[in-house]
């Protein structure tokens, strides 16, 4: 199979994507070397670039792509457990580790999530140091910082819908 890439533009720098066979298999951000040939190109790049651009907009929470990490078995659990980190939160090493049933491994949750190679989409950027500290990060800490910022700022702007009021409660009844 052929590697798909594409380069975007994004809040954060440029970010490169790849992909095969239907799949997203990664996610760089700069600097990272540039593919030769961008070659015949893959629809899921195109998905990603829309669903990147709509998380950046702060119109997305949540990526609905396939996805093709290659990884080892624990790293690839490792990942698997980072998708589900609820946008716009945090979680510790130590708190991942114990999620993937290995507690007090969290240098090798921590090496894991620094081997992630789908960075924001397998959001490796929500885990903290056991005191919420910002702890390394591929992309470097200052990405990291604006990446967690804005999901917070999403998040907080989301209101939870309102229940339905009806019948005697939504004219104001009052109890006779």
């Given amino acids: 199979m052929t590697q798909s890439t594409l380069i975007i533009d994004s809040p954060i720098g440029r970010l490169l ?4 066979a239907g ?6 951000m700069e600097p990272f070397e540039e593919p030769a040939e961008p070659g015949r190109r893959d629809p899921v790049l195109t ?3 829309r669903q990147l651009d709509a998380y950046f907009a702060g119109k997305l929470t949540a990526f609905d792509l396939p996805l093709a990490p290659a990884g080892t ?15 716009g939160t945090t979680v510790s090493y130590a708190e ?6 290995r507690p007090g491994h ?7 999530n620094g081997r992630n190679p789908i960075s924001i989409i397998i959001p490796c950027h929500r885990v903290v140091g056991s005191n919420g500290s910002l702890t390394g990060y591929g992309g470097g800490i200052d990405r990291k910082r604006w990446l967690l910022d804005h999901e917070a700022a999403v998040a907080a702007t989301e209101s939870p819908p309102q229940p339905r009021r009806s019948g005697a409660a939504a004219a104001g009844s009052r109890g006779r």
Avoid at 79 to 85: A, I, P, T
Avoid at 106 to 112: D, I, L, N, P, T
């Fill in 106 to 112: 969290f240098r090798a949750v921590g090496s894991a």
């Fill in 23 to 28: 799949a997203l298999t990664g996610l760089w």
């Fill in 47 to 49: 998905a990603a670039r």
């Fill in 73 to 87: 078995p624990f790293q690839t659990g490792v990942w698997d457990e980072l998708q589900r980190v609820p946008y």
């Fill in 17 to 20: 994507l790849s992909a095969e």
């Fill in 96 to 101: 991942l580790a114990g999620r993937v049933g």
